[in-house]
């Protein structure tokens, strides 16, 4: 018979709350930079934002997905994990998805660091996250530290690529002020 998911998941309630809290914060946050790109004068258009900035937003909600998913009160693991298996797998495509936006903009040439921020560690993330999240009622206790461990790859990724085009954006900022 299946374990309860409520004992299996309590000890790692406190966890989910401080990753999901961040991922929280963090993507409002990312909402403050697309304003402030927006009045910079970066001429950044939508399909590098495409590219770059909607899937740091992304990670960060599937964070704090995962982590609502986590302290959530479900009765059966098998349910949470076939939930967080859904999350990996859509995540997944979206990875694929922003490859092909990545190739197709035009704005800026990304390079070996970008391809592996953008689109290498996502995937591996979010493959990261459906083959623990399959095994979840079999075997708990490894399963849950390997998504603990994709949730804070994402968080990671996200603050990085955060941070990448902040520092992009206001170097360019500069250069343009410069040349003005």
């Not at 999240?133 to 461990?149: D, N, Q, Y």
Request: hydrophobic share 50%; glycine share 8%; aromatic share 10%.
């Amino acid at each position: 018979m299946e374990q309860a998911a409520s004992s299996v998941l309590s000890g790692w309630e406190t966890f989910y709350v401080i990753i999901g809290s961040s991922a929280a914060a963090l993507t409002g946050l990312q909402f403050v930079v697309v304003t402030l790109i927006a009045g910079s004068r970066t001429k950044s258009g939508t399909q590098e934002i495409d590219a770059f900035g909607t899937p740091t937003v992304v990670h960060f909600c599937a964070v704090l997905l995962v982590s609502a998913i986590l302290t959530a009160p479900w009765r059966a693991l098998s349910n949470v994990g076939l939930a967080l298996s859904t999350c990996g797998a859509a995540g997944m495509v979206y990875v694929l998805i922003i490859v092909r936006r990545a190739q197709r903009q035009t704005g800026y040439k990304p390079v070996f660091e970008d391809w592996l921020w953008h689109a290498v560690l996502p995937f591996i993330g979010y493959a990261g996250l459906l083959v623990p999240a399959s095994k979840l009622s079999r075997h708990p206790e490894p399963a849950l530290f390997g998504i603990g461990t994709v949730a804070l790859l994402l968080l990671f990724i996200g603050i990085h690529n955060a941070w990448d085009t902040v520092t992009y954006l206001a170097v360019k900022s500069k250069e343009s002020t410069d040349q003005s």
